[in-house]
């Protein structure tokens, strides 16, 4: 009977290890952060349009599971400076991009190894920076920077966070599509 309490603490303790270990497997086997394929990079390089524009995996390795609807076109965008990767989509309709009523989303996954907290999102970005007047706030469940649009950036709000170590999420939306903001922030998973 000793023998075979011995054998089931053994096996039980080998079945715990498998279990533990296999998450810790599939999480080294994931990208650290999502890159652009190479046909993407080209796209963006060539400002290739999509009409329609494309919906919620328009990101190669983000899910924007709350994407609004009556987006006409989009765009990929692609940047790579001072170490970073910035990497994106911004969907649009067929309104002037000064009209208020215009509806636009823009989504970018910023890539740096230095990326480890919000203070972090200040470092110079390309397109679109967490400078001047910006508040710490918690938007879909995140803690996120945010800062309202400056001209450059359009109208509405822009907001960022840390997804994971060197790994942020921006997301620029104008004032038609704030008020759907907190679902959008809450619904993009890398």
């Known amino acids: 009977m000793n023998r075979f309490r011995h054998l089931a603490a053994l096996s039980a303790a080998v079945l715990a290890a498998t279990v533990l270990a296999a998450p810790a497997a599939g999480a080294a086997t994931r990208p650290s952060c999502p890159t652009p394929s190479k046909t993407e990079v080209k796209r963006a390089k060539n400002?290739?349009?999509?009409?329609?524009?494309?919906?919620?995996?328009?990101?190669?390795?983000?899910?924007?599971?709350?994407?609004?609807?009556?987006?006409?076109?989009?765009?990929?965008?692609?940047?790579?400076?001072?170490?970073?990767t910035e990497y994106g989509y911004r969907w649009s309709d067929d309104r002037d991009d000064v009209d208020r009523k215009h509806r636009s989303l823009w989504v970018r996954v910023v890539c740096d190894p230095g990326l480890r907290g919000l203070n972090a999102l200040k470092a110079p970005l390309q397109l679109g920076t967490f400078s001047g007047d910006v508040v710490k706030a918690e938007i879909g469940g995140r803690k996120v920077l945010l800062k309202e649009g400056d001209g450059?950036?359009?109208?509405g709000n822009?907001?960022?966070?840390?997804?994971?170590?060197?790994?942020?999420v921006t997301v620029?939306?104008?004032?038609?599509?704030?008020?759907?903001?907190?679902?959008?922030?809450?619904?993009?998973?890398?």
Do not use: C, N
């Not at 009409?51 to 709350?66: E, H, L, M, W």
């Not at 450059?152 to 109208?155: N, Q």
């Not at 907001?159 to 170590?165: K, T």
């Open 47 to 84: 400002s290739t349009i999509d009409r329609p524009a494309r919906r919620s995996t328009a990101i190669r390795g983000v899910r924007v599971k709350a994407l609004p609807r009556g987006f006409a076109y989009g765009e990929v965008s692609v940047s790579r400076h001072d170490g970073l």
């Open 152 to 155: 450059a950036l359009g109208h």
């Open 158 to 168: 822009y907001v960022g966070w840390v997804e994971r170590e060197g790994v942020a």
């Open 172 to 190: 620029m939306a104008s004032e038609p599509i704030l008020p759907q903001l907190s679902g959008i922030v809450a619904g993009i998973r890398l």
